[in-house]
C-alpha cells in the first residue's frame, strides 16, 4: 500500500532537541542544560497558576486581554501591538509561515537560534546562513546574504548560544541595509539579563517602521518554561497577520494568570537578574583559569570551549559532568561541537561544576567564589 507522503522538505527537518533533564543514577540532577531560571518563577506566579485549577473546564480568553494588558504597562507598549502564543517558538513558527513560502528565503546568523531553520523549513522555505565574526553576528555578512527572495531576517539579540549581542547602532544599520519587505524578527529572548548602555531590546526599531517585530519569552528571566508563553510586539499590521493566524486558544489560562503575576513582580525579576550578575563573573573566571576559552556573555549562560584533545573533548566532558549528575548542552547541533554551554545556575551548583571541571581537566580547583 502506498503510505501518505508529507510536504517535500518535511522529511529533511531534523527534531529539535532540548536539553537533558536527567542523569542516570542521579534523583536530583543539576540541570544546567537549557537556560531555565535559576531561583524558578516567582511565588506570586505559582499562586496565580493554582488559583486557576478549579476553572480547567472553562476556555482561556482568546484576546489573552490581561496578560498583553500586563506586558503594555510593564514595558510602556501598545497592548493591541502585543501578540502572545505558546512561547517563542510558536510565534517563530507563525511568523515564518505568515511571510514565508515555497521559493522564499530565511536568513539568520551562522550560530543563531536551531529553530529558525526548522521553522523555514516547515513552511517550505529555504533557511541560509550569514558567517558570524568572533562568535558575534556580523551586519554586513547578513545583509550580503540578502536576496530577491529573502522574506524574514532573525536575529536573536542576545544571541543563543554565543552569549555575544550587537549594540542599537549596528541593529539600526541592519535595518537600514534591508528592504522593505523583509521582515526584521529581533528574537531578544535574554534582554532582561543585559546590562550594557548600548543595548536596545529591538522596542525602538518596532516603534519605527512597519517591517519589524520584537520577540520575547517568559521561559528565561521569569522562569516559566514548563508553561510555554512568549509575546511579540509587533507593528500594527504584523500584530494582524499573527492574530490571523494563530490558534483562537493558543495560550492557555493558567499560563495567562501566571505570566500576569510573574511581569508585574519587577523585584523577583531584580533578583534574578542579580542572582546571574553575581554568579556569571566568578564562574567565567574560574572556567578561564583552568584553561579553557570561555567568551564574554551578557545572558545567562556560557559557551565553554574545549580542547581538540581526545580524552579532553567537549565530548569527554560532557560525559564527565553527566556521570556526576551535572548536565550541560553539547553544541554540535549548532556547528560548534569543540563547546559546551552551560547555563547559570545558583551558588552552590557553579561551585560543582568548576570542581567537576577542574578535576576532568587534571587541575587543581579554582578559588573558591565569593559569597
Same mark, same amino acid.
Given at each position: 500500500?502506498?503510505?501518505?507522503?508529507?510536504?517535500?522538505?518535511?522529511?529533511?527537518?531534523?527534531? !529539535?532537541?532540548? *536539553?537533558?533533564?536527567?542523569?542516570?543514577?542521579?534523583?536530583?540532577? +543539576?540541570?544546567?542544560?537549557?537556560? &531555565?531560571?535559576?531561583?524558578?518563577?516567582?511565588?506570586?506566579?505559582?499562586?496565580?497558576?493554582?488559583?486557576?485549577?478549579?476553572?480547567?473546564?472553562?476556555?482561556?480568553?482568546?484576546?489573552?486581554?490581561?496578560?498583553?494588558?500586563?506586558? *503594555?504597562?510593564?514595558?510602556?507598549?501598545?497592548?493591541?501591538?502585543?501578540?502572545?502564543?505558546?512561547?517563542?517558538?510558536?510565534? #517563530?513558527?507563525?511568523?515564518?509561515?505568515?511571510?514565508?513560502?515555497?521559493?522564499?528565503?530565511?536568513?539568520?546568523? $551562522?550560530?543563531?537560534?536551531?529553530?529558525?531553520? #526548522?521553522?523555514?523549513?516547515?513552511?517550505?522555505?529555504?533557511?541560509?546562513?550569514?558567517?558570524?565574526? *568572533?562568535?558575534?553576528?556580523?551586519?554586513?555578512?547578513?545583509?550580503?546574504?540578502?536576496?530577491?527572495?529573502?522574506?524574514?531576517?532573525?536575529?536573536?539579540?542576545?544571541?543563543?548560544?554565543?552569549?555575544?549581542?550587537?549594540?542599537?547602532? &549596528?541593529?539600526?544599520?541592519?535595518?537600514?541595509?534591508?528592504?522593505?519587505?523583509?521582515?526584521?524578527?529581533?528574537?531578544?529572548?535574554?534582554?532582561?539579563?543585559?546590562?550594557?548602555?548600548?543595548?536596545?531590546?529591538?522596542?525602538?526599531?518596532?516603534?519605527?517602521? $512597519?517591517?519589524?517585530?520584537? @520577540?520575547?519569552?517568559?521561559?528565561? #528571566?521569569?522562569?516559566?518554561?514548563?508553561?510555554?508563553?512568549?509575546?511579540?510586539?509587533?507593528?500594527?499590521?504584523?500584530?494582524?497577520?499573527?492574530?490571523? +493566524?494563530?490558534?483562537?486558544?493558543?495560550?492557555?489560562?493558567?499560563?495567562?494568570?501566571?505570566?500576569?503575576?510573574?511581569?508585574?513582580?519587577?523585584?523577583?525579576?531584580?533578583?534574578?537578574?542579580? $542572582?546571574?550578575?553575581?554568579?556569571?563573573?566568578?564562574?567565567?573566571?574560574?572556567?578561564?583559569?583552568?584553561?579553557?576559552?570561555?567568551?564574554?556573555?551578557?545572558?545567562?549562560?556560557?559557551?565553554?570551549?574545549?580542547?581538540?584533545?581526545?580524552?579532553?573533548?567537549?565530548?569527554?566532558?560532557?560525559?564527565?559532568?553527566?556521570?556526576?549528575?551535572?548536565?550541560?548542552?553539547?553544541?554540535?547541533? !549548532?556547528?560548534?561541537?569543540?563547546?559546551?554551554? #552551560?547555563?547559570?545556575?545558583?551558588?552552590?551548583?557553579?561551585?560543582?561544576? @568548576?570542581?567537576?571541571?577542574?578535576?576532568?581537566?587534571?587541575?587543581?580547583?579554582?578559588?573558591?567564589?565569593? *559569597?
Amino acid at each position: 500500500m502506498t503510505a501518505p507522503a508529507p510536504r517535500p522538505g518535511i522529511l529533511d527537518i531534523a527534531p !529539535y532537541v532540548g *536539553g537533558e533533564s536527567k542523569a542516570h543514577g542521579h534523583a536530583e540532577p +543539576v540541570r544546567l542544560a537549557s537556560n &531555565e531560571g535559576a531561583l524558578g518563577p516567582s511565588p506570586l506566579a505559582i499562586a496565580a497558576y493554582e488559583r486557576n485549577a478549579a476553572s480547567l473546564h472553562r476556555y482561556p480568553d482568546g484576546s489573552v486581554g490581561e496578560l498583553r494588558a500586563a506586558i *503594555g504597562r510593564r514595558y510602556g507598549l501598545d497592548p493591541a501591538r502585543i501578540v502572545c502564543g505558546a512561547g517563542s517558538d510558536e510565534l #517563530i513558527a507563525l511568523l515564518t509561515r505568515a511571510y514565508a513560502g515555497p521559493g522564499d528565503e530565511v536568513l539568520y546568523s $551562522q550560530y543563531g537560534f536551531l529553530m529558525y531553520a #526548522i521553522a523555514a523549513k516547515t513552511a517550505g522555505a529555504t533557511p541560509v546562513t550569514a558567517p558570524e565574526a *568572533g562568535l558575534r553576528a556580523d551586519v554586513d555578512a547578513i545583509l550580503g546574504r540578502v536576496t530577491d527572495r529573502t522574506r524574514i531576517v532573525f536575529l536573536a539579540n542576545p544571541n543563543n548560544p554565543t552569549g555575544s549581542y550587537l549594540p542599537h547602532a &549596528e541593529m539600526r544599520r541592519l535595518h537600514a541595509g534591508l528592504p522593505g519587505h523583509v521582515v526584521l524578527a529581533v528574537d531578544a529572548a535574554y534582554a532582561e539579563y543585559v546590562v550594557r548602555n548600548d543595548y536596545e531590546p529591538g522596542i525602538a526599531l518596532v516603534d519605527g517602521a $512597519q517591517n519589524v517585530v520584537m @520577540l520575547r519569552t517568559f521561559s528565561k #528571566i521569569h522562569a516559566l518554561a514548563a508553561l510555554r508563553l512568549g509575546w511579540a510586539y509587533c507593528s500594527p499590521g504584523i500584530a494582524d497577520v499573527l492574530n490571523r +493566524v494563530r490558534g483562537p486558544f493558543n495560550v492557555n489560562a493558567p499560563s495567562q494568570a501566571a505570566g500576569v503575576a510573574a511581569v508585574e513582580d519587577s523585584a523577583h525579576m531584580a533578583r534574578a537578574r542579580a $542572582q546571574v550578575e553575581h554568579c556569571r563573573p566568578w564562574f567565567r573566571e574560574g572556567l578561564l583559569s583552568l584553561g579553557l576559552d570561555v567568551p564574554d556573555s551578557v545572558a545567562n549562560f556560557l559557551l565553554v570551549r574545549f580542547p581538540r584533545q581526545a580524552g579532553k573533548d567537549a565530548d569527554a566532558a560532557h560525559a564527565y559532568l553527566t556521570d556526576r549528575g551535572i548536565l550541560v548542552r553539547k553544541m554540535v547541533a !549548532y556547528g560548534l561541537p569543540d563547546a559546551l554551554r #552551560i547555563s547559570i545556575g545558583l551558588d552552590h551548583e557553579m561551585r560543582l561544576v @568548576l570542581d567537576a571541571v577542574a578535576a576532568f581537566m587534571g587541575k587543581s580547583p579554582p578559588a573558591r567564589a565569593p *559569597g
